[in-house]
């Protein structure tokens, strides 16, 4: 596999980048549930064929890649390897660095309650019921009630961890008292940089890099107490970005995260990428050798339908593990290096990072 150099492309390699890699060099590619890639890839193109609004912005598909959506909704899943085969191609291989995000399974009230104490807001709106177009002020600020005349709760629920790790993973499925669910779906945010705790605390020593997890991260804050003055509460205030949801009525558990793109997302299929590099509906093979705990050696086609503040880079991608504590414990014991391949549509040669 000569021709897959981590971190090759146009921007420091012209032509390493007009010579893509085959198929044939993707260990395990034909071996992968292309049929579930494809219903995934095809998903999203109806939703873009639809018209329908993305929650967050992303690079513009080409019309390349449009043109493969369109193959996509014409096609049958049956011919998912000769539908990828003919409609696109592998480009040289990115180092790739990969994380994992999941949709948190909450118990949460629609008023303030004994119990539920910390509100997860919704976005601020004007005057007139518009959107709020002014600046927005760090998450300390807006936790401290800067926004209590421009932005109401959602929901409340039983603690502050749970509400900053809901805005980490960008959506959750909430269980009321009277057995309701309710899917909060990501609203916007404000605007400020995204940083990470987890890794503030390893930078610190709290906690050591190969035993950082979801769950080792909660016990810490919950050790050092949540309280704005405690330790766990002024941690999480130095991540100052905040984000909104909107909630949707929910039939069943099985009610699934929306992405960025708007579309549902699909276990071990769907990835956030770098919104300023990828389009919603790129195909990226992944590579990479997960722990134990999350399933260990993982090779699969998956399609970008989220994106998220702290995936930036070429190589970088999220993946999505489903919902509730096994699929959380899953998402927060990765963080690994791996091989990271974006499908071009054929023939295009000016888009693909």
Known sequence: ??????????????AGFDDPVGFDDLAGFFDDALGEAFEVFRATALAFRAGLTPLRAATSPSPALVAAMDDAIAAKAADAKAFFSRAFEPRPARDGFFTGYYQPVVEASRERAPGFETPLLGAPLDADGAPWRGPLPERAAIEDGALSRLSRPVVWLRDAVEAF??????GALARLADGALMRLVYAGRNGRAYRSIGR??????????????????KGWI??????PDAPG????????????FRAEP??????????????ELTPLRSLAVDRSLYAYGTPVWV???LPAAAGGRLRRLFVAQDVGSAIVGPGRGDIFFGSGDAAGEKAGATRRDGVFVALSPVGERSRAP
């Open 222 to 227: 919950r050790a050092h107490g949540q309280a």
């Open 1 to 14: 596999m000569a021709a897959l150099r981590p971190g090759a492309s146009r921007f420091d390699d012209p």
């Open 233 to 244: 509460g002024r941690l999480m205030r130095e991540n100052p970005s905040y984000v909104f």
């Open 250 to 263: 929910c039939a069943g558990l099985d009610c699934g995260q929306i992405g960025g793109a708007g579309v």
């Open 165 to 170: 790790m809901i805005q980490v993973q960008g």
């Open 200 to 217: 503030l605390l390893i930078e610190r020593g709290e906690i050591a890099e190969p035993d950082m997890s979801l769950s080792r991260l």
């Open 287 to 289: 590579d990479v050798d």
